[in-house]
């Protein structure tokens, strides 16, 4: 069938191309998603249903790149893809968007009006997935995670019904669906606050290797900062392609002001020599079209350090007026989250590649045990499947959690009946370095 053709050939990676649901289910409104919820969580018992115990996977923007998690084999995928609606009210103060968005149509609804909201950093990203993982937008310092800045939760809980979840309204589920990812329902609709928003300074300088030394430098610097500028993001990547045999060093540096060079950036824009050099003043349109990576054939290795200093970790804080589920002490002062993604084309290095990723992960979780700068959290969006982001945010946070999921999801539908979803865990893990390892095509796009 096309249209079931069309949605698997729009993932992201070849992992999740590659299985085959039974059915796909795309809900045009909130209402097909309530009677898709309503039909599946009949069938919750695999003794009574033909389709895999009725089990389910929700897509937002199909961008998790591992097997599994908004693809399934053999059950019922919801693709949410054409619940995709920006609206923004009359003030211009909320913008109301479709779980199954991409940032793309968000950004290009808001730069004409002049107004920007904390929100993904490449252009296809989905909506749903990366807010209901916390989600880093280039507007931290200033705002906190993604999901500090939504006041609305539109969601369809697991007997078909639709509640909103806010600082008035079932606050403990809009509490928990700030990191807690898909299990309490599925998120239907999004409401932000957004702020006044002009042009800004960003782009990405290439630099060559012999440059790590100062770029190291730089961004400890930075992050180490007593007062880090609010204004500054700063995304540090180490790539290896492996075609060419090639180490070269990226800085995504980002001003959210209209400021030709700023000085906080310059320990990064002087580095030189330079491979290539993008920066401009520039939009979020403009910014996340350009963050939209084509295919690389062969191997391709990143390294990937972003700044995590308190002045991010504080917006969300157990303290903070609207608090989030991600578990993050601002007290532990400044932090680093780290990233390695490695992308391929042969499936047959598939254990190979695993095996490595996971061999670097464990020798790092080491030296920072062994120097005495180990973090026990992990980010749900950079989570490998056999990591536990959840469970890293801490035994309170938790049990608020697993109660939250009782009391809206009782039957633990969402917890059963879809595997891969980043189900809870009382497991604490033992590093900060994420993993993310998929296959690409070597032709077309991720």
């Known amino acids: 069938h096309v249209a079931y ?57 199909g961008h998790t790149p591992w097997a599994g998690s908004p693809n399934i084999d053999g059950g019922v995928t919801i693709d949410m893809t054409s619940i995709n609606t920006v609206n923004l009210d009359r003030a211009k103060t909320i913008v109301s968007v479709g779980a199954g968005a991409r940032w793309s149509a968000v950004y290009r609804a808001l730069d004409a009006v002049g107004v920007g909201v904390a929100g993904g950093r490449v252009a296809n990203v989905g909506v749903g997935g990366l807010v209901t993982g916390g989600g880093m937008s280039y507007f931290a310092p200033r705002y906190g995670f993604v999901c500090d800045q939504v006041v609305n939760y539109e969601i369809v809980l697991a007997n078909g019904t639709t509640v909103n979840a806010n600082a008035e309204n079932n606050s403990d589920l809009w509490f928990a669906l700030k990191g807690g990812s898909n299990n309490f329902g599925v998120v239907t609709r999004f409401d932000f606050k957004t702020f006044p928003q002009g042009k800004f300074r960003g782009g990405t300088i290439c630099n060559s290797i ?18 880090y500028d609010t204004n500054v993001a700063v995304i540090n990547t180490y790539a290896y392609a492996g075609p060419v045999g090639l180490w070269t060093v990226a800085n995504l540096l980002v001003y959210t002001e209209r400021k030709v060079n700023p000085q906080v950036l310059r ?8 491979l290539a050099n993008t920066m401009r003043l520039t939009n979020l349109s403009d910014l996340t079209a350009e963050q939209t990576f084509a295919n690389t054939p062969g191997l391709l290795y990143t390294l990937v350090f972003q700044p995590l200093p308190s002045v991010i970790t504080s917006h969300g804080a157990a303290n903070a007026c609207s608090p989030n589920a991600l578990g993050l002490d601002p007290h532990a002062g400044p932090q680093v989250l780290a990233l390695q993604s490695i992308q391929w084309a042969d499936a047959n290095d598939d254990g190979i590649i695993n095996e490595a990723a996971r061999s670097i992960w ?19 969006n950079y989570a490998n499947q056999d990591q536990d982001p959840i469970g890293s945010y801490g035994a309170q946070n938790v049990a608020k959690l697993q109660a939250t999921s009782k009391k809206y999801n009782p039957t633990g539908l969402f917890q059963t009946n879809v595997p891969e979803a980043s189900s809870f865990s009382t497991r604490l893990l033992l590093n900060r370095i994420a993993i993310m390892v998929w296959r690409i095509r070597c032709h077309g796009r991720i």
């Open 5 to 61: 053709n069309l949605s698997l050939s729009t993932y992201w990676s070849q992992q999740e191309q590659s299985l085959t649901p039974f059915c796909i289910v795309s809900p045009q409104d909130t209402q097909d998603v309530s009677r898709a919820i309503e039909v599946l969580s009949r069938y919750q018992d695999a003794a009574k249903s033909t389709i895999a115990g009725c089990k389910f996977a929700i897509r937002g923007a």
């Open 210 to 227: 012999d440059t790590l030394p100062a770029q190291v430098q730089a961004f400890v610097d930075l992050n180490s900062a007593s007062n």
């Open 267 to 274: 320990p990064f824009t002087d580095n030189k020599p330079q």
């Open 362 to 380: 464990a020798q790092a979780d080491e030296l920072a045990i062994r120097i005495g700068l180990q973090r026990k959290w992990i980010y749900l």
